[in-house]
T-cell receptor, first 116, second 115 residues
Framework: AQSVAQPEDQVNVAEGNPLTVKCTYS??????LFWYVQYPNRGLQFLLK??????LVKGSYGFEAEFNKSQTSFHLKKPSALVSDSALYFC??????????????FGSGTRLQVQP | NAGVMQNPRHLVRRRGQEARLRCSPM?????VYWYRQLPEEGLKFMVY????????ESGMPKERFSAEFPKEGPSILRIQQVVRGDSAAYFC?????????????FGPGTRLTVL
């Protein structure tokens, strides 16, 4: 079975400072990893994904994430936070070996609050 | 290119009524997924469909819930005899289906309230 943990319910950061939203995962094989962002009363917007290759993945709106296989982590980062980045962030995983199923398993979400 | 469309955006039903949620995938996408989000929780997978086929329904409750994706028209998630515990946001996602790691793109969701 696959699972995702987002250990922080909320992350507070000042505008202009770097931000990190943490994610760890568990799969029996190798993972596909995703980050999505959700604004109030909206659907999820895709930010970035890791499939294979370079451990540092760059995505939309200046976000990036680093895949660390030994630590089974996929933390989301941004060098300089904006107030408009305030939203709910979800990490999700799929097991590569689970070819018949494409279901994403989501973490519980981390609320990012960027203060002006 | 229009995104994933869902309607209605808000749906209110009384206990015992039926709820029908519709999802039109992005143009060119042949795979549809339904997820449910309870308040302050992450999304939980329900069902994965391709045209006229249910591929994976491992997340669907055994009773009262059904889904279809006909050859023509939107995908439908149907909940019969709704109960208060069905109140949630239901999200549809679609993907091209051409790659094993293709990205799922989400619609705005339908917020179901059961009175």
């Amino acid at each position: 079975a696959q699972s995702v943990a987002q250990p922080e319910d909320q992350v507070n950061v000042a505008e202009g400072n770097p931000l990190t939203v943490k994610c760890t995962y568990s799969v029996s094989g190798n993972p596909y990893l995703f980050w999505y962002v959700q604004y109030p009363n909206r659907g999820l917007q895709f930010l970035l994904k890791y499939i294979t290759g370079d451990n540092l993945v760059k995505g939309s709106y200046g976000f990036e994430a680093e895949f660390n296989k030994s630590q089974t982590s996929f933390h989301l980062k941004k060098p300089s936070a904006l107030v408009s980045d305030s939203a709910l962030y979800f990490c999700a995983v799929r097991d590569i070996q689970d070819t018949g199923r494409r279901a994403l398993t989501f973490g519980s979400g981390t609320r990012l609050q960027v203060q002006p | 290119n229009a995104g994933v469309m869902q309607n209605p955006r808000h749906l209110v039903r009384r206990r015992g009524q039926e709820a029908r949620l519709r999802c039109s995938p992005m143009k060119g996408h042949s795979h549809v997924y339904w997820y449910r989000q309870l308040p302050e929780e992450g999304l939980k997978f329900m069902v994965y469909l391709q045209k006229e086929n249910i591929i994976d329904e491992s997340g669907m409750p055994k009773e009262r819930f059904s889904a279809e994706f006909p050859k023509e028209g939107p995908s439908i998630l149907r909940i019969q005899q709704v109960v208060r515990g069905d109140s949630a946001a239901y999200f549809c996602a679609s993907s091209p289906g051409t790659l094993m790691a293709d990205t799922q793109y989400f619609g705005p969701g339908t917020r179901l309230t059961v009175l």
